[in-house]
């Protein structure tokens, strides 16, 4: 497993956006992802902490105002379910994005492999 960032990146501050979108309670919702303890207990105690902290404040801000909250995970991990990318049957943005989607899932959950290969 890599080095957690989540706490470098958080005091680098967020990157700059193209969207200029604000909350809006009446259109949002709050997507949860990947927070079970599985995937949480690799993270040192401190971040581990941080991260359920804040989750939590943003999920008791959302049920004040009616926000609905949706949850997600890493369901192929979790189901020992082998996963695989193909990068030509896959599209980005933009290169940078596209290779850095790629890049991810080939260190973290997915084997990239070609069209030739997923069909031998």
């Not at 989750?55 to 082998?82: E, K, M, N, W």
Request: aromatic residues 6%; glycine residues 4%.
């Amino acid at each position: 497993m890599s080095t957690p960032v989540t706490g470098m990146a958080a005091a680098a501050g967020p990157p700059a956006n193209t969207a200029r979108w604000s909350v809006d309670p009446d259109r949002a919702v709050l997507l949860i992802h990947d927070m079970q303890r599985y995937v949480l207990a690799p993270l040192p105690h401190s971040l581990r902490g941080e991260l359920v902290h804040n989750t939590a404040l943003l999920r008791a801000q959302c049920r004040v105002h009616g926000i609905p909250t949706a949850y997600t995970a890493a369901d192929a991990f979790s189901h020992d379910f082998q996963t695989f990318l193909v990068p030509n049957a896959v599209a980005g943005f933009s290169l940078d994005g596209h290779r850095m989607a790629l890049s991810y899932a080939a260190r973290c959950c997915a084997m990239v492999i070609t069209t030739k290969e997923a069909l031998a």
